[in-house]
């Protein structure tokens, strides 16, 4: 039977504003307002079925917090992590190691996601990602020398030789058997959602594409968090809303702490850690 680990890799630190704009604003009568530094979980995903094992995004570098991040991003989203959040760690927990992984896809190459991919460097595993995702990762990469600039791709996390890319192109389309891809832009220009469609009820994996449920449903609240907040409101939420009603999935959001305690919940779903957000 198809199943779905859910790695904790601890929690990020962030703005509120990430997540949902014009919060806490200043006033005439309140010059300094507080701000609120929330906390929200970090996670990957493992599936499984009896012909292949994928990871599906791998979590942060172990050293983020420890000079590999830009110090920018240290400051500006911290992580939160013991040994045992790592992405290796939690591999290990559910009796996977490395070199179990068939294939790997990316939802997008941010630092939080991306970040050992250097585990997959020249061992023949394809690593799925959306073109557009690619082209602007290295694109970044290369041209900007200011890791400001850079937002939150991290060069070293995707530009290893070794990896086995394969890009993605379109809108729509099936990734492996049992996992259907879907181009979400607006977080990062080749975000991608997916379904996985062979559990006893389908799993959505919007991700970054929306942070909170409250950025698509009821209605629409942008994140400040966007690379193009153009497209985000014009093709990634109607993309989103149009699979919620074809499928009627159970829904994974981004970063989502008022939702997050419910995915393991979900069947053939099992969280793998103990952060909670109750």
Known sequence: MPRLYLLDHGYLEVDVRFHYPLQNLATRSNTDPDLDFIRIPSFSFVYEDDDRTVAVDTGGHPDGMDGYWPGWLQETVPWTRDEEHLFESRLEQVGLAPS????????????????????????DVPVYAHRDELEWAFYAGNVFQDPLDRSAWVPADYAHDGLDWRPIEGERG??????????????APGMIGLVFTALEEPVFLVGDAAFREGNVFPETVQPGANWDHGKWANVAVPRIREVVAERDPNVVYGHDPETFDRYGGYPDVEHVGDTSFR
Request: hydrophobic content about 40%.
């Open 100 to 123: 179990d992984i068939d294939a790997v896809v990316q939802t997008h190459l941010h630092n939080d996601h991306a970040g050992n991919l250097r585990l997959f460097a020249d061992e």
């Open 174 to 187: 099936e990734v492996v058997p049992g996992i259907e891809w879907v181009h979400l832009p607006g977080h």
